[in-house]
């Protein structure tokens, strides 16, 4: 069975960088059929798509996002990994790492991992 | 890329039937035959329940399906349980290698 979980600071001060890292267990991080994901949900509101990486390292990026974010890919090691830049407040959320089957649906996901800007 | 919208509640009785709305525009619920649902219960990870438009993974109730008209998709959970309750999402691919997710909907049980 398929596992990702997440890992990183709980807490980030404003203007610093946000770094998570998911690990995937349970199956290969190198299939072509699927990309990696990062969705964050701030408290009491939607999920919002930040990011995917396929293994070859072909990245898409959330537009309102872009400028900050970088998204990589070690397959050595079966983990992906997230960086925000330039953190606000406004960055809080459960951040989640996802599965997506290309270019439709998220089916596996990490428990989330809650991140906080603040100083 | 703008949120989808969904109402931010609904409720019905065990047993009864519910639908929840999605409503995008041609650029995503409409664009592509590609929107999924999640469920999720408090503190726990969103769930696949629907994906393709209309499509149910393995091991999901067929009491739960989706359907779309235009640039509405919509989720239907009949026979409703109390396990049911749960905030529930829609997502769909919004082209350029996107994806957008909608506001979530509240169902309660009652």
């Known amino acids: 069975q398929l596992q990702l979980q997440e890992s990183g600071p709980g807490l980030v001060k404003p203007s610093e960088t946000l770094s998570l890292t998911c690990t995937v267990s349970?199956?290969?991080?190198?299939?072509?059929?699927?990309?990696w994901g990062w969705i964050r949900q701030p408290p009491g509101k939607g999920p919002e798509w930040i990011g995917t990486?396929?293994?070859?390292?072909?990245?898409y990026y959330n537009p309102s996002l872009k400028s900050r974010l970088t998204i990589s890919v070690d397959t050595s090691k079966g983990q992906f990994s997230v960086k925000l830049s330039s953190v606000t407040a406004a960055d809080t959320a459960v951040f989640y790492c996802?599965?997506?089957?290309?270019?439709?649906?998220?089916?596996?996901w990490g428990q989330g991992t809650l991140v906080t800007v603040s100083s | 890329q703008s949120a989808l919208t969904q109402p931010a509640s609904v409720s019905g009785s065990p047993g009864q039937s519910i639908t929840i709305s999605c409503t995008g525009s041609s650029s995503d619920v409409g664009g592509h035959n590609l929107v999924s649902w999640y469920q999720q219960h408090p503190g726990k990870a969103p769930k696949l329940m629907i994906f393709e438009d209309t499509k149910r993974p393995s091991g999901i109730s067929n009491r739960f399906s989706g359907s779309k008209s235009g640039n509405t998709a919509s989720l239907t959970i009949s026979g409703l349980q109390a396990e049911d309750e749960a905030d529930y999402y829609c997502c769909s691919y919004a082209g350029s290698t996107t994806w957008v997710f909608g506001g979530g909907t509240k169902l309660t049980v009652l």
């Open positions: 996802a599965r997506l089957y290309v270019p439709g649906y998220f089916d596996y």
């Open positions: 349970g199956g290969s991080i190198s299939s072509s059929s699927y990309y």
């Open positions: 990486v396929h293994y070859s390292g072909t990245t």
